[in-house]
């Protein structure tokens, strides 16, 4: 299995990433509209970028595919209202239905841990706005994401056709079953909580497969580690301390 390094470029993501680029900003900072567009000067949309990649490494993710990655996606196309002026800062974010856009610094982390691979076919439960997925389509071969709140997954896909990402599949589903007809998966990476690895999810990962999920009570402060299927059992190591909205049983009501 390929670690990082290397690995195919998505699909036509440029004009939409570009277009989403020049209308995000910083809250209150900066010059207005005009200015900000023109060149590379202080406020400008490259200048962001340039201060969001830096946030991203100087907050441990070093992977140059997963930085490359998450330039080119552009978060401000994942936020709406009032948040789209915090989309570049390192901080998660309200979406709809009660949920969260996680904060960047920890979905490159976990993009890092994964050790994605161009021919990988991932799952990822927890769709959410549709971030998280995006920025693992640059990396792999498929992504199969799956969400209990049937809005979320609407909107996500109407955004992935928007950046010409045509290698990711979508789905309607409480995602601790897994998604048994595509299974097994390479990598697996769960964006909500849940107190212990699902079962589903743990047997659906092959052999040398890696899964990437928080774990802990979900109102407390959780740990995220890295699940990893050997031959003969499974290996656990704890990355780090997170916070994520928790995974919760059956469907959403919208
Ligand atoms: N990855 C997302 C953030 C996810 S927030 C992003 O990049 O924006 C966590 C998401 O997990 C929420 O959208 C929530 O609806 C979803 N979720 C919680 N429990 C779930 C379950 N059992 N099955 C599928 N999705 C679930």
């Not at 207005?32 to 590379?40: E, N, Q």
């Not at 920890?106 to 549709?130: C, H, I, K, N, Y």
């Not at 048994?180 to 589903?200: L, S, Y």
């Not at 699940?227 to 928790?246: A, I, K, M």
Request: hydrophobic share 35%; aromatic share 4%; proline share 6%.
């Amino acid at each position: 299995m390929s670690a990082a390094g290397g690995g195919r470029a998505g699909s036509g993501t440029g004009r939409g990433q570009q277009a989403g680029q020049e209308s995000g900003h910083q809250a209150g900072q900066g010059p207005g509209p005009a200015d900000r567009d023109a060149g590379s000067g202080p406020g400008s949309a490259s200048e962001q970028k340039m201060r969001f990649v830096y946030a991203l490494r100087s907050r441990g993710v070093t992977d140059p595919r997963v930085l490359d990655a998450m330039e080119r996606i552009d978060r401000g196309a994942f936020v709406r209202g009032h948040f789209e002026d915090r989309a570049y800062d390192d901080t998660p974010l309200p979406i709809a239905c009660g949920q969260t856009i996680s904060q960047p610094s920890v979905v490159g982390l976990m993009t890092q841990a994964l050790e994605v691979g161009p021919r990988d076919t991932v799952l990822e439960v927890g769709t959410g706005s549709g971030y998280q997925a995006a920025v693992l389509s640059l990396l792999c071969r498929r992504v199969m994401t799956v969400d209990r709140h049937r809005r979320l997954v609407t909107e996500a896909e109407a955004l992935f056709r928007r950046l010409g990402l045509t290698n990711i599949t979508t789905r309607v589903a409480d995602g601790s079953h897994g998604s048994p007809e595509q299974a097994p998966f390479d990598r697996i990476m769960v964006t909500a909580a849940a107190e212990d690895p699902p079962g589903p999810l743990l047997s659906q990962l092959k052999i040398g497969g890696i899964m990437v999920l928080p774990v802990g009570q979900s109102d407390a402060v959780q740990t995220l580690i890295r699940v990893t299927r050997e031959p003969h059992g499974f290996r656990y190591d704890e990355l780090r301390q997170v916070r994520f909205v928790p995974l919760i049983e059956g469907l959403g009501q919208t």
